[in-house]
């Protein structure tokens, strides 16, 4: 097996499967995760149509017609994927690390941008400035992006500002906004129905469809936030 | 000018048969609803089988063809008229310069793939031409079609003489669709979530497909399910298919424009050949399901991939005869 963690390998349908760590949110895994992601992407495995990472997974979906079809044989695409991917996983070992990048974002902190910084502040007692010094003073990893385009789930955050989600989502979250839930913290690149607590919005485009990458953050990034006043926003 | 919506569809998208290579940055793939369908309207004109074609739901669009084309219907029966001519589905006809495609009821079926002969003229969005509604981008401007659009064609070697007298059907056609209530599916990874009575309701009885349903998942309505274990799953990848256990007991099987990644536990996956029949049931139709092996859904998926192929190089050589005989 020659992998960091044990795994196992299951169906995702008929066309997918997952390379599956085990149900838990752990960095460790995540970052092997991220790295073998990495490995992966540049092998550029045949018929393999999209790499999907997330906290402790890896999933593969697949063009079956093709995969039977040129490697032919007795072996279905699945069973094709699943030994590359073993083979991959042994030639890797466990100590293969992986490239970051390192992403700043400006986030204000303030007035109609953090809605509910004042909640976070009474529930955990902290002030506002120690949350905001808390929250930008750490450098977050993108686990995964999910549930909208570009929106990235980063971790962890510190203990002192752990809240859970909002018992009721808002109907609508404006686009830039910046919130936390549980250990995670993460933007909404899109207007959306959203739980997570706000506390804060970055006037940068998470997601610009106008782009030729059209999200700002990728699987793995090492994100920082800084903390800017309402005039920079405004003039961003 | 080439095609112009007279009056717009309830909801009337652009799509081919998906966006690949982006879901790792929570780009869902979207496309045909009806997979088998789109391609099947494009084997029919010789088409490439991705081809960008329009997708319809019931009650559809009224288009006037400006330029004059061949046009295929597949899918849904929406009782197709041409100038007042009934048009069957799944039969390619030609459509004369100033034409007018309108549809006068739901017969059978939820949703119509409409294939043009012409290349509709679409730029693509991140390489291809399916419409991303969430993101606003694919497709006509990342938005359902409305009145007064006007869809290019692009083009293309074309010259016929034939007139809105002439008989419009030309004379090859496939199958009448064929829609399967009971879906063919594979085990998910949280199928043994289920407490055992659970798991025997699940593979015995029929869900309901409920009205809260549409391109992003179909909500179900049955017999409330119970997870024999309190354990929450952390974020993972699911598909299109993928039907996963709610909070309440209740059921949702995700479709064309699904998020990328979910929370909730993986019962089973409805294989890609049952997704086809499954897009065509409305609200209200009851579905069961039926578990079968990974290698028996390949075997599905390869033997309608063989057949499309094969339709569609006979077309190809059909539709060149017949335009060089109109000419």
């Known amino acids: 097996m020659n992998s960091r963690f044990p795994y196992h390998i299951f169906p995702l349908g008929d066309s997918a499967l997952t390379l599956d ?25 045949y018929g393999v149509l999209d790499i999907v990472p997330a906290y402790s997974s890896l999933s593969f979906h697949y063009n079956v017609a093709v995969l039977r079809k040129t490697i032919g044989g007795d072996l279905t695409a699945f069973e094709i994927i699943s030994r590359q991917i073993e083979k991959t996983i042994a030639e890797a070992g466990p100590a293969t690390s992986r490239r970051k990048r390192n992403i700043s974002i400006p986030v204000c902190y303030s007035g109609e941008f953090a809605p509910d910084i004042e909640f976070i502040s009474f529930e955990k007692n902290i002030s506002i400035e120690k949350i905001i010094q808390v929250h930008t003073e750490r450098i977050y990893t993108v686990y995964m992006i999910g549930f909208l385009p570009g929106f990235a789930y980063m971790g962890e955050v510190n203990e002192a500002i752990v809240v859970p989600r909002k018992s009721e989502p ?44 059209p999200v700002l953050l990728q699987p793995g ?5 800084y903390s800017i006043s309402e005039d920079e926003f405004k003039n961003y | 000018m080439s095609l112009r919506i007279i009056k717009a569809g309830i909801f009337d998208t652009i799509q081919d048969t998906g966006r690949f290579g982006y879901r790792h940055l929570g780009i869902n793939p979207t496309g045909a609803m009806d997979n088998l369908s789109a391609k099947l309207a494009n084997a029919l004109l010789g088409k490439r089988l991705e081809a960008a074609l329009i997708e319809m739901h019931f009650p559809a669009p009224v288009i006037l063809f400006q ?44 949703r119509c793939y409409l294939s043009l002969f012409h290349d509709l003229q679409i730029d693509n969005w991140l390489q291809s031409a399916s419409t991303h509604i969430k993101a606003e981008a694919g497709g006509w401007n990342g938005r359902r079609l409305k009145t007064e659009d006007v869809i290019l064609f692009r083009p293309t070697r074309f010259t016929s003489n034939r007139g809105k007298k002439t008989n419009p059907l030309l004379s090859w056609k496939a199958a009448p669709l064929k829609i399967n209530k ?70 949702i099987i995700l479709m064309a424009d699904h998020q990328t990644t979910g929370g909730y536990p993986r019962l089973a996956h409805i294989t890609s050949t049952a997704l086809s029949s499954l897009a065509q049931l409305n609200p209200n139709e009851a579905i069961q399901f039926r578990f079968i092996e990974v290698w028996e859904a390949e075997d599905n998926l390869l033997q309608q991939y063989n057949y499309l192929q094969q339709l569609q190089n006979a077309c190809k050589l059909k539709i060149e005869k017949y335009l060089h005989a109109s000419m």
């Not at chain 2, 009934?86 to 034409?99: D, G, L, R």
């Not at chain 2, 699940?202 to 309901?208: A, G, R």
């Open chain 2, 67 to 110: 330029k004059p084309t061949i046009a295929c219907l597949a899918g849904a029966d929406f009782s197709a008229m041409v100038n007042n001519q009934e048009v069957p589905v799944h039969q390619p006809f030609f459509v004369a310069e100033n034409s007018v495609l309108r549809f006068e009821r739901l017969m059978h079926g939820a």
């Open chain 1, 221 to 225: 990034d090492q994100v920082q936030f």
């Open chain 2, 182 to 251: 009971h879906l063919d599916c594979i085990k998910g990874n949280e199928w043994a979530w289920l407490e055992a009575a659970s798991q025997h309701s699940f593979k015995n009885s029929s869900f309901q497909i409920s009205n809260l349903s549409d391109r992003m998942g179909y909500q179900l309505y049955g017999e409330q399910l119970r997870a024999g274990k309190d354990e929450q799953l952390v974020s993972s990848a699911v598909d299109f298919g993928t039907v996963q256990l709610l909070p309440n007991g209740q059921m």
């Open chain 1, 21 to 45: 760590f085990g149900n838990k949110i752990d960095t460790g895994i995540n970052d092997y995760v991220l790295t073998l992601f990495d490995v992966f992407k540049n092998k550029a495995l």
């Open chain 1, 170 to 213: 808002r109907a609508s979250v404006p686009a830039g906004s910046v919130g936390i839930a549980g250990k995670q913290t993460g933007i909404y690149p899109l207007q959306s129905p959203g739980g997570w607590q706000l506390l804060g919005r970055t006037p940068v485009k998470i997601f610009d469809k106008q782009k030729r990458d």
